[in-house]
């Protein structure tokens, strides 16, 4: 069995949770525009719309990526190279850290 850090398989996650949340939020917010769009729309309004839902996007993805690595280190599932890690716990001191 391979050892797999958390390292990655936070980054995996955060690349799939983003393009999962991108995806619904831009289908919500679609939706939501098409439903009440009486006048035009411009592109302007649509384009900082749009830049919003990105922002959630990767907010939202990365407070389940995270939680989700927690949780696995928690129980035990996935182990861990020092880089997401301080004192058996995650943390992010991915920031401080220099990369080798």
């Known amino acids: 069995m391979q050892n797999v850090s958390a390292n990655s398989v936070f980054l995996k996650g955060f690349r799939y949770m983003f393009w ?5 939020l831009t289908l919500v917010f679609l939706l ?3 439903l009440r769009a ?3 729309i ?6 900082f719309a749009y830049i919003g839902i990105v922002v959630t996007s990767l907010f939202l993805s990365f407070i389940t990526a995270y939680f989700i690595v927690k949780k696995a280190i928690d ?3 996935i182990s861990d190279s020092n ?3 301080k004192g058996g716990k995650l943390s992010l001191n991915i920031f401080s850290q220099k990369l080798k």
């Open 20 to 24: 999962i949340w991108l995806v619904l």
């Open 32 to 34: 939501s525009v098409s």
């Open 38 to 40: 009486e006048v035009s």
């Open 42 to 47: 411009e592109i302007t309004n649509l384009a």
């Open 75 to 77: 129980s035990g599932e």
């Open 83 to 85: 880089i997401f890690t």
